[in-house]
């Protein structure tokens, strides 16, 4: 009998994450150094933890919300779309969902067609390959222009549309790359979508870890854009909320019933304890989230410096956002990622992430996470000074 007896062709041809097994192999080595998850370290904020305490305390989580979400909480969401995204958002366009995750699944299987083309930039999340695979779609990659940042190609994109074509789908910042897409560009990606009849579908979910010049720009705050965009968000990335599993969706209220249709079957409605944390995490003092802001930005000139004294090695573009980096390996043998991330946990005791887990352009670099302490980053360098 064949391992993959009576497994379906749509995950049968997934290949597994080069990510998850990362971390498997990072368990056995003693005390590694470890860069290569992208989730905060930080613990909850006592306000967050003190409202999902409460809410237990009142009775108020035993049984089901409406599938939309609270509506308290989507009150809250809508003020802070408006504020934070200039999105004029209702209540009855934003669905509370099991993390920015299940709302990305949600949105796709509810717009995807087996064998609908769904354009993604290059290096980019590899779950957003995933999702697009697990809906019979196809995912179309478009490399970004490494070399100006990981900008998108805008011509590369209108050369890759065809009948077939029916999404956009990208991440700003970017995970791994930390690219910060600008303005001009969404807005450029924006009109090949309108004059296409192409669903812009967006993952924000690191829309507060900003720095220098680079400015977030939600594509969805387009008054052109408002039918054909689905934004998703996300309270874990924030406010580190990981383990909560709770985000978020805006889309026009005439694609909400639709989404709902695939959110139920996935989810029902997100775990009601969560949403009370994140009610309270809205309501109350958004210092933390300038704390986490703060420093990943120390944590992203540190790790800069550190790269510069290994210029020989990697070369790099500077993040703008997220807290993650994509270097390139300009040893010959980082053109084999998985190999180079395997031997330098092994071998130096260092664990980050191989270029190939995030698609095909992905190849010769390796992803770094800032999301640590100040100790993390130089232990894993000074093992690493010393190692090459
Ligand atoms: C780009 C991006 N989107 C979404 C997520 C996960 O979001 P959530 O925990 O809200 O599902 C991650 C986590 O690493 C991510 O990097």
């Known amino acids: 009998m064949q391992d993959d007896w009576r497994i379906s062709d749509r995950v049968a041809q997934m290949k597994k994450s080069a990510i998850h097994e ?5 368990k056995k080595v003693e005390d590694v150094a470890f860069l290569s998850w992208a989730k905060p370290t930080s613990d909850t904020p006592e306000h967050i933890k003190q409202g999902a305490i409460s809410s237990i305390r009142e009775g108020k989580v035993g049984g089901y919300s409406e599938t939309a979400g ?8 809508a003020k802070k779309l408006k504020r934070d995204n200039n999105i004029d958002a209702k209540v009855s366009e934003i669905i509370v969902t099991v993390g920015a995750i299940e709302g990305l699944s949600a949105a796709i299987m509810a717009i995807i067609d087996p064998g609908d083309e769904v354009i993604l930039p290059s290096p980019t999340y590899s779950t957003h390959i995933r999702q697009v695979l697990i809906a019979s779609g196809k995912p179309v990659l478009i490399p970004l222009i490494e070399d100006e940042n990981y900008i998108w190609d ?6 890759a549309i ?6 956009i789908l990208y991440c700003s910042p970017s995970n791994p790359t ?3 897409f600008s303005e001009n560009q969404l807005r450029e990606l924006a009109e090949i979508a309108l004059k296409n009849n192409l669903v812009v579908i967006t993952d924000e979910a690191y829309e507060y870890f900003i720095f220098d010049e680079a400015c977030h720009f939600s ?13 998703t968000y996300t309270f874990p990335q924030t406010c580190a909320l990981t383990g909560w599993r709770i985000g978020y969706l805006h889309a026009d209220e005439s694609l909400i019933p639709q989404i709902t249709k695939a959110h139920i079957p996935f989810a029902i409605c997100t775990p009601v304890v969560s949403q009370y944390a994140a009610l309270a995490a809205l309501k109350g003092s958004q210092d933390c989230v300038e704390g986490f802001r703060k420093h990943y930005c120390d ?6 410096e550190h790269l510069d004294r290994l210029d020989s090695v990697f070369s790099y573009q500077k993040p703008g956002g997220s807290y993650l980096m994509f270097p390139k390996i300009l040893l010959p043998e980082g053109q084999d990622s998985l190999t180079f991330c395997r031997k330098l946990l092994r071998e130096a005791h260092v664990s980050t992430t191989p270029g190939i887990a995030f698609g095909p352009h992905g190849e010769g670099h390796l992803r770094l996470s800032f999301c640590v302490s100040e100790e993390m980053i130089n232990k894993a360098f000074h093992r690493m000074e010393k190692y090459f």
């Open 178 to 180: 930390g690219t910060v």
């Open 299 to 304: 944590m992203r000139n540190l790790m800069c």
């Open 70 to 77: 609270l509506l308290e909480l989507r009150k809250e969401i």
């Open 22 to 26: 990362m971390t498997r192999l990072s």
């Open 154 to 159: 805008i011509d590369a994109v209108k050369k």
């Open 162 to 167: 065809t009948p077939r074509s029916k999404a």
């Open 219 to 231: 594509i969805g705050s387009i008054p052109d854009m408002k039918r054909p965009v689905i934004c």
